[in-house]
């Protein structure tokens, strides 16, 4: 394969879109998208500009809801993808267009539903909601103090009961009728055909 060196301002080749809750100093919940996150076994890793009220919230109060929406929710994301939670706001991002908003709920159309273990409160419109606490925060090298990585340990889980399918003995989740959503290069997708399965695949 030929290649060519790029120089792109956005690599976003594709991750799956989700919307951080965290709690406002007031007891109100914040709502920021973000595609920079992954899970590995109990543990969300995410990256979050500095600027954001996101993560000025974080750094008073860990606690967190990762609502992940699934595809059909995009334009309740884009919404809300040009307002920051912060009343002010950064000069470079008030010439991006960005705009406060301090009700991220209902200017996206969300509605919230109550937490079980922490303070913010979850997206009802999001099929899985995972409730969970920091417990560590990292400066990206190269980024000038803007950009950190942080990680959450996960306290709770919910899915949307039409993603399960319930027995007496196991609940699997619904692969198939899964439908995330994706942002490459700012354009939102969702998923194919699937194509075939790991060889630990059990479900
Ligand atoms: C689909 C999408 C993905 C985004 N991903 C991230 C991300 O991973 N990290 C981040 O800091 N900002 C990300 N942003 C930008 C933030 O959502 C934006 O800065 C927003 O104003 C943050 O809200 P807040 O200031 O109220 O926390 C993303 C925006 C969109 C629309």
């Given at each position: 394969m030929r290649t060519q060196q790029v120089d792109f301002t956005s690599l976003y080749f594709g991750t799956p879109v989700a919307i951080l809750s965290s709690q406002n100093p007031?007891?109100?919940?914040?709502?920021?998208?973000?595609?920079?996150?992954?899970?590995?076994?109990?543990?969300?890793?995410?990256?979050?500009g500095t600027s954001s009220k996101c993560y000025e919230n974080l750094i008073e109060?860990?606690?967190?809801?990762?609502?992940?929406?699934?595809?059909?929710l995009w334009g309740n994301i884009e919404l809300i993808a040009d307002k920051t939670g912060k009343e002010y706001l950064p000069e470079f991002k008030k010439?991006?267009?960005?705009?406060?908003?301090?009700?991220?709920?209902?200017?996206?159309?969300?509605?919230?539903?109550?937490?079980?273990?922490?303070?913010?409160?979850?997206?009802?419109?999001?099929?899985?909601q995972?409730?969970?606490r920091v417990v560590g925060h990292r400066y990206l090298g190269g980024a000038g103090g803007n950009l950190v990585s942080m990680d959450a340990g996960i306290l709770c889980v919910h899915v949307a009961e039409e993603l399960l399918n319930c027995t007496n003995h196991n609940t699997r989740f619904i692969v198939e009728k899964w439908q995330p959503l994706y942002y490459i290069?700012?354009?939102?997708?969702?998923?194919?055909?699937?194509?075939?399965?790991?060889?630990?695949c059990n479900n």
């Open positions: 007031n007891g109100t919940t914040n709502l920021s998208p973000v595609s920079s996150w992954w899970i590995l076994d109990k543990s969300i890793v995410f990256g979050l109060n860990p606690d967190i809801v990762l609502n992940i929406p699934d595809s059909k010439e991006m267009g960005y705009l406060f908003e301090k009700d991220k709920f209902s200017c996206g159309g969300f509605h919230e539903v109550k937490s079980i273990n922490v303070g913010p409160g979850r997206i009802k419109e999001c099929p899985i995972i409730e969970a290069f700012r354009h939102y997708f969702s998923v194919g055909e699937e194509l075939g399965t790991n060889f630990r």
